[in-house]
Structure formats: structure tokens, C-alpha cells
């Protein structure tokens, strides 16, 4: 953590459960890093529902995400965000959770492809491998004229299908 404060590195800590944890370590994990989290503004993700549900109950200033690994059904949680695996990943559960103002990040998305899908889902955040791939792939889609200019096309054109639809015929 002093590294990453150190590099104004905002993390994303994982929690991982075990059954030999003890009974009391969400409580540990609250008291020793929780004002240290809360003034760097890093976030805090688990698989672990008890552990999503434990941090909002006695710590709620706390951003946590539920790692989700499957898109089965849309959760009904307290949680801040949801970290899902990108390969079931849709629009459906991005809009979603936009609508209930949770975030969503994507993980692991480590191909070209996949990432330029998630930027086009709107996702919140990519959880990623490959750092340079990602950060030319954010450049090509948002810096280079030529493709917003497409993408401004791209709209028009489905603005103008979705009017025409709606006129009468003659």
C-alpha cells in the first residue's frame, strides 16, 4: 500500500475467503485499513458475499464491488459495483446496474477485441494484463478523429432508420 500511496496508485484489494479464517476478520481487516482505503480512495472487491455485505453493514463510506463470475441474473446487493467476467458480460446488466447507480468492471480483458467491447458496453472500469494494449486501444477509440468521426456517422445513420420507421407511408 505505501508503494502504490507512494505513485498516487489507486488500488483495487481483493479479499479472499477462507474457512480458516477467523470469526472476527472483517472486523481486523475494517479497523487496520479502512481510514488508510477511505483517504486514498481505493476500492475493495470479494467473491464473498458475506464479506460485501459485512463491509456496507460496518463500514458503508467503503466502495465494494461483488466479483461476479458468471452473468446469470441481476443481483439484488448493497454493493457499489460489480466486477464480472467479461465473457458473459452484456449491455443488459451494464444498463442495469447504471440505472441502480452501481458501476461495472470488466475482468480479465486482455485481447484487443474484447476490450474494445467493453469500452462499447460502457463499462466503468477494465480489470487487464496487458496495460499498453489497453491504453492504445483507449487511444485509438476516443483520440483518432477518423474513427469518431465514424462512430458519429454510425449514429446518425440508426437515428435516421429509427425516425424513418416511425413516419407514415404514402
Same mark, same amino acid.
Given at each position: 500500500?505505501?508503494?502504490?500511496? =507512494? %505513485?498516487?496508485?489507486?488500488?483495487?484489494?481483493?479479499?479472499?475467503?477462507?474457512?480458516? !479464517?477467523? &470469526?472476527?476478520?472483517?472486523?481486523? $481487516?475494517?479497523?487496520?485499513?479502512?481510514? =488508510?482505503?477511505?483517504?486514498?480512495? *481505493? =476500492?475493495?472487491?470479494? +467473491?464473498?458475499?458475506?464479506?460485501?455485505?459485512? +463491509?456496507?453493514?460496518?463500514?458503508?463510506?467503503? $466502495?465494494?464491488?461483488?466479483?461476479?463470475?458468471? /452473468?446469470?441474473?441481476?443481483?439484488?446487493?448493497? &454493493? /457499489?459495483?460489480?466486477?464480472?467476467?467479461?465473457?458473459?458480460?452484456?449491455?443488459?446488466?451494464? !444498463?442495469?446496474?447504471?440505472?441502480?447507480?452501481?458501476?461495472? $468492471?470488466?475482468?480479465?480483458? !486482455? *485481447?484487443? %477485441? *474484447?476490450?474494445?467491447?467493453?469500452?462499447?458496453?460502457?463499462? !466503468?472500469?477494465?480489470?487487464? *494484463?496487458?496495460?499498453?494494449?489497453?491504453?492504445?486501444?483507449?487511444?485509438?477509440?476516443?483520440?483518432?478523429?477518423?474513427? &469518431?468521426? =465514424?462512430?458519429?456517422?454510425?449514429?446518425?445513420?440508426?437515428?435516421?432508420?429509427? %425516425?424513418?420507421?416511425?413516419?407514415?407511408?404514402?
Amino acid at each position: 500500500m505505501s508503494a502504490a500511496e =507512494r %505513485d498516487h496508485q489507486k488500488l483495487l484489494v481483493e479479499i479472499k475467503t477462507t474457512k480458516y !479464517d477467523s &470469526a472476527n476478520m472483517l472486523q481486523l $481487516f475494517i479497523k487496520r485499513y479502512e481510514k =488508510r482505503l477511505l483517504r486514498d480512495h *481505493d =476500492r475493495i472487491h470479494s +467473491l464473498d458475499y458475506h464479506v460485501i455485505s459485512g +463491509l456496507k453493514k460496518q463500514a458503508p463510506k467503503l $466502495f465494494v464491488s461483488y466479483i461476479l463470475p458468471f /452473468n446469470f441474473s441481476f443481483p439484488e446487493t448493497k &454493493a /457499489n459495483a460489480y466486477t464480472m467476467e467479461e465473457t458473459t458480460l452484456n449491455q443488459e446488466f451494464v !444498463d442495469e446496474a447504471h440505472d441502480r447507480h452501481q458501476q461495472v $468492471f470488466a475482468w480479465t480483458v !486482455d *485481447d484487443d %477485441d *474484447d476490450m474494445t467491447r467493453m469500452i462499447f458496453l460502457n463499462v !466503468d472500469g477494465i480489470i487487464t *494484463d496487458n496495460l499498453h494494449e489497453l491504453q492504445v486501444n483507449l487511444e485509438t477509440t476516443f483520440d483518432h478523429p477518423s474513427y &469518431a468521426q =465514424r462512430l458519429l456517422i454510425y449514429s446518425n445513420e440508426l437515428q435516421d432508420v429509427s %425516425d424513418s420507421e416511425g413516419m407514415p407511408q404514402n
